[in-house]
């Protein structure tokens, strides 16, 4: 029982690695949520079920939505910036 709950931490440890070298917006935030997932799998397994749910909602559901959400956010202001700008030269 102690291997998986070592796999477990070492899968996180690498997960996390893998978030934070990735350099592109959108693969890093599917490692994100991936990251959550495990966090969360983590968590239940070291009997914490309630800590587990809240880790999944928001740490795979709804961190990597609103940082997407964000990120269209600015590309689209970007491009009405952008688009504003052609118009008035």
């Known amino acids: 029982m102690i291997w998986v709950g070592s796999g477990l931490l070492l899968l996180v440890a690498v997960s996390g690695f ?3 070298n990735t350099r592109d917006v959108t693969s890093q935030v599917i490692a994100l949520s991936f990251y959550g997932v ?22 795979a ?6 940082v997407m ?8 202001r970007a491009a009405n910036r952008q688009e504003k700008g052609e118009r008035d030269a």
């Open 18 to 20: 893998g978030v934070v």
């Open 38 to 59: 495990l966090m969360g799998l983590t968590f239940f397994f070291f009997q914490a079920p309630d800590v587990a749910l809240s880790q999944i909602t928001v740490g």
């Open 61 to 66: 559901v709804a961190l990597p939505l609103m």
């Open 69 to 76: 959400l964000a990120i269209s956010r600015m590309k689209f």
